[in-house]
T-cell receptor, first 116, second 113 residues
Framework: AQKVTQAQTEISVVEKEDVTLDCVYETRDTTYYLFWYKQPPSGELVFLIRRNSFDEQNEISGRYSWNFQKSTSSFNFTITASQVVDSAVYFCALSEPYYGNNRLAFGKGNQVVVIP | NAGVTQTPKFQVLKTGQSMTLQCAQDMNHEYMSWYRQDPGMGLRLIHYSVGAGITDQGEVPNGYNVSRSTTEDFPLRLLSAAPSQTSVYFC????????????FGEGSRLTVL
């Protein structure tokens, strides 16, 4: 069974501080995909990144960076120099499509509040 | 580009009523899915489809029906609404089942009294 754990429910930071969101997953397969999505207060869900299990290279996109470590089954997300516009709920998700399992399982989300 | 369109955006039902949430996408995606979002629960998969004529259950399918007669449309039916089905519902589509980026609709807020 899939499982995605985002332990931190709500995280408050002062603007310009860095914030790291932890995502730990469980999977039976060696081939899988991990995702992060953002849900701002307006409610829409926005795709941020996809990573497959064979690509452990960390990635940086502007103020966002992702640290994928298969050894610890973690796919953490860091926002550097946070801004008020980063206030949102962030979801980590996992899929295992090669077992015919086309379900994308989401974690419960991290609510990030950036205080000006 | 319309992307994924859900209707209605808001709906209030009485217990026992039935209704259909509509979902349409114009990206020719084979994979479509329905999620519900409840406070503190994240997004939970209700049903999904990997192509026209093919549907399967997700994590919380009870009380919901789906069908997929065309690539574009994936309606979600509540047969006899219950207060426990009060939630925000999201429809999503993807080019690659399980492996691709999900494109979400704007959500439908349903209240069952």
């Amino acid at each position: 069974a899939q499982k995605v754990t985002q332990a931190q429910t709500e995280i408050s930071v002062v603007e310009k501080e860095d914030v790291t969101l932890d995502c730990v997953y469980e999977t039976r397969d060696t081939t899988y995909y991990l995702f992060w999505y953002k849900q701002p207060p307006s409610g829409e869900l926005v795709f941020l990144i996809r990573r497959n299990s064979f690509d452990e290279q960390n990635e940086i996109s502007g103020r966002y960076s992702w640290n994928f470590q298969k050894s610890t089954s973690s796919f953490n997300f860091t926002i550097t120099a946070s801004q008020v516009v980063d206030s949102a709920v962030y979801f980590c998700a996992l899929s295992e499509p090669y077992y015919g399992n086309n379900r994308l399982a989401f974690g419960k989300g991290n609510q990030v509040v950036v205080i000006p | 580009n319309a992307g994924v369109t859900q209707t209605p955006k808001f709906q209030v039902l009485k217990t026992g009523q039935s209704m259909t949430l509509q979902c349409a996408q114009d990206m020719n995606h084979e994979y479509m899915s329905w999620y519900r979002q409840d406070p503190g629960m994240g997004l939970r998969l209700i049903h999904y489809s990997v192509g026209a004529g093919i549907t399967d259950q997700g994590e919380v399918p009870n009380g919901y029906n789906v069908s997929r007669s065309t690539t574009e449309d994936f309606p979600l039916r509540l047969l006899s609404a219950a207060p426990s089905q009060t939630s925000v519902y999201f429809c999503a589509s993807s080019r690659l089942a399980g492996a691709g980026e999900l494109f979400f609709g704007e959500g439908s807020r349903l209240t069952v009294l």
